[in-house]
């Protein structure tokens, strides 16, 4: 006895190093194979005994019936010999421990193993601390039980059996989800590719999903948009077949669909059967001729946590999508939300880039913000400008309150880089860069709801700053030209004007110059008309009248002939504008800059008319008291000049028209009468231009542009003590 019992400790010690000594890559159904003819030959049975395994489906809770290795006298047996609900394998199972048919005689041997031979069965679970891993059959075609010494080596063989296995499992589980994730990146790889090669939107919808049905075996799938205007989820795009003719294009943005509740739960949805409450009553079969147990839907979650649309599943098995299958639909539709965004951002860019020679600055400025707000998902963004001189000023705001992102503005054109601030609310601002690096303006979009921009967010808002910024260099580009051919216009048509008023000057010299002579000749031949008191100072008045007359108008002409600028200084022509200006007490005129600046091209009887002109307007704004300042910044090639006031400022509505030749707030009865329109056309007959700064009750800016001489003013003569009039 003891030798027998020597005997199959032997067998038990070689068959645990033997099974210890297999690979760790070996696949599951070998190491099946090896355990059940070792356990063969653990019993020394050669002849008329089998082994049969099954291993355990955690997810089912049962034994899957095509995991079966049999080893033995009847290998290769397929017959149905598949576990029953009530048979050895679920009693084993339920105690863990085996079940032995000779001490269980109510269990009956399997149908199918009797018809085989089987005599006496034993089943042994397979069991592991974390649960079951299968079972093993021993059956023997004698009447002949197992003895205690045997039992005792099995109990200690399936403990070893059951590791064995479950390594055997763990790392096939590894090498699945390898496989996997190896297969959903070359996916996702190619799904990366079809987004880079393809502009066409329908056809990177279908792409996604088909990419979904592929990696999950799902049968049947669509991808639903939301209109939010119109709160509605529309079909973008599907695929499965048959489909049903009449299936719904659109659905209801709420909760009377699985789609719908999932957008607006904004969370996933695995349904494993979908006969179950509350599902039953909400899901809307669209297949012909399918029944639908199983589906799986997550949302297209935005930048700013809004639904952008719905990914979904759906197959006729029950329970078939996995949590893996959840993670990486949630993947796929976190990278659709990208390539729609992308694919947004492009379309956005394209209709700019196309409008940028034909739509108002304005127009592109509220294209980019709209699509901005869009991208980013907030409700509110705004453009500031970066002037030469002065603070930003707004060019385009989605609400009034974006006024107060002025900060955040002038915070950001100073240190040239994106900043994230939470004022009033949560924005996000980058600069408006040239290729050059010249910071033209700032780019801003807000949010009152907390919220946390991403990297992506920032990137998308400086694609869309540097177009805002192109359309700003563009816009000036085609002012310049349209400056350049004002210039020439204005010269031309001056020097047609400088012909006709030589002309009109010599006409009117040959007839208005012909009465002081005819008076002198009267009062030579006929003296005793002038012995009247009355009748001599009529005629003295019209002879002073006269050559007033004359004189008048050889002042006005020097302001319509031709101009050839030359540099000029410019303090001399603003103290020769300030000869001919009466500035109430109350008024403080102050100069800041003006005395170290460079000369300008311009014309010197010009500009000092230029001064008087904006001196005055400032003056009559004013009133009685207030503050002038006249302020001077030189540049590299330019000269930037600006008159400065602290009155009631000009309204907004009326600061588009005061440069033009028929608007006047008021009706002068000086001179040439053209207010601001001549003061546009003299700055532009220098070659450079003039705009205005101003806000209702914050005082109005004019900002000339000069250009700068670039030879030397030393043999400019001082200006004439000829005072210059206003028009």
Not at 86 to 98: C, E, V, W
Not at 131 to 143: K, N, R, T
Request: proline share 8%.
């Amino acid at each position: 006895m003891s030798a027998e019992i020597g005997g199959i400790l032997q067998r038990l010690k070689a068959a645990g190093e033997r099974l210890a000594s297999l690979p760790p890559e070996t696949p599951i159904p070998e190491c099946m194979r090896r355990i059940g003819e070792e356990a063969l030959q653990l019993l020394g049975l050669e002849r008329g005994a089998t082994a049969v395994l099954f291993c355990y489906d955690p997810e089912q809770r049962a034994l899957d019936p095509a995991s079966r290795v049999a080893v033995g006298e009847i290998e290769g047996f397929i017959g149905p010999d598949w576990p029953r609900p009530d048979g050895m394998a679920a009693r084993a199972l339920a105690r863990r421990r085996r079940v032995l048919s000779w001490e269980e005689p109510d269990t009956p041997i399997h149908p199918a193993k009797q018809a085989a031979g089987a005599r006496v069965v034993g089943c042994w679970p397979l069991l592991t601390a974390a649960g079951p891993i299968g079972v093993l059959y021993l059956s023997y075609q004698e009447e002949r039980p197992f003895a205690e010494s045997e039992l005792s080596a099995l109990e200690v063989f399936t403990r070893m059996a059951a590791a064995l296995l479950q390594r055997a499992q763990a790392i096939e589980r590894l090498r699945q989800r390898l496989l996997r994730a190896t297969q959903e990146l070359n996916e996702l790889r190619r799904m990366d590719h079809l987004f880079s090669a393809r502009a066409d939107p329908q056809e990177i919808l279908e792409a996604i999903l088909r990419i979904a049905l592929e990696l999950t075996g799902a049968r049947f799938g669509t991808l639903r948009l939301v209109d939010r205007q119109r709160r509605r989820l529309v079909l973008g795009a599907l695929i499965g077949r048959p489909l049903l003719s009449n299936i719904a294009p659109e659905l209801e943005l709420d909760e009377t669909s699985i789609v719908g509740w999932v957008a607006v739960h904004r969370r996933s949805l695995r349904i494993g059967d979908l006969h179950t409450s509350p599902w039953a009553s909400i899901y809307r079969p669209w297949l012909a001729g399918y029944e639908i147990r199983s589906e799986l839907a997550v949302p297209l979650i935005g930048a700013g946590g809004e639904v952008e649309g719905v990914l979904n599943l759906e197959s006729p098995e029950p329970g078939a999508f996995t949590e893996g299958d959840q993670q990486l639909l949630e993947m796929l539709a976190a990278r659709a939300v990208i390539a729609l965004q992308e694919m947004r951002l492009l379309r956005g860019m394209q209709e700019i880039t196309g409008q940028l020679l034909h739509s108002s600055q304005e127009a592109l400025f509220a294209r980019a913000v709209a699509l901005a707000c869009e991208l980013i998902q907030v409700p509110d963004g705004a453009i500031w400008l970066i002037p030469p001189t002065g603070s930003p000023t707004l060019a385009f705001a989605t609400h009034p309150a974006m006024a107060g992102t002025a900060g955040l503005a002038e915070a950001v054109s100073r240190s040239r880089r994106p900043l994230a601030f939470e004022t009033g609310g949560w924005a996000l601002a980058v600069p408006m860069m040239e290729p050059g690096g010249t910071v033209r303006g700032v780019f801003v979009v807000h949010s009152s709801r907390p919220r946390a921009f991403t990297e992506r967010d920032q990137r998308l808002l400086i694609i869309l700053a540097n177009h805002a910024a192109l359309a700003v260099q563009l816009a000036e580009h085609v002012r310049a030209l349209q400056a350049a051919r004002e210039r020439q216009a204005i010269t031309e048509a001056f020097a047609a004007v400088g012909d006709i008023a030589a002309n009109l000057l010599h006409r009117l010299n040959n007839h208005i110059g012909l009465i002081p002579v005819r008076l002198e000749g009267l009062q030579e031949k006929r003296p005793d008309l002038f012995q009247d008191p009355y009748l001599a100072s009529v005629v003295q008045e019209i002879e002073s009248r006269a050559r007033a007359a004359l004189d008048a108008v050889r002042e006005a002409m020097v302001y319509l002939r031709p101009m050839a600028p030359r540099p000029i200084p410019i303090l001399p022509c603003l103290e020769l504008a300030l000869r001919d200006l009466r500035i109430p007490p109350g008024i403080r005129l102050e100069t800041v800059g003006l005395e170290d600046l460079p000369p300008v091209m311009a014309g010197e009887p010009q500009l000092a008319l230029v001064f008087f002109n904006l001196l005055e307007n400032a003056i009559e704004a004013l009133g009685e008291s207030g503050w002038i300042r006249v302020e001077g910044i030189p540049g590299p090639n330019e000269v930037i000049l600006t008159v400065r006031d602290n009155g009631p400022g000009i309204p907004l509505e009326l600061q588009d028209r005061i440069f033009e030749l028929d608007f006047s707030t008021k009706r002068s009865s000086k001179k040439l009468g053209f207010g601001l329109w001549w003061v546009k056309m003299l700055v532009q007959r220098f070659g450079g231009d003039i705009w205005v700064e101003s806000a209702p009750g914050q005082g109005t800016a004019f900002h000339m542009r000069l250009p700068r001489a670039t030879g030397s003013s030393e043999d400019y003569l001082p200006p004439p003590s000829s005072r210059p009039q206003g028009p």
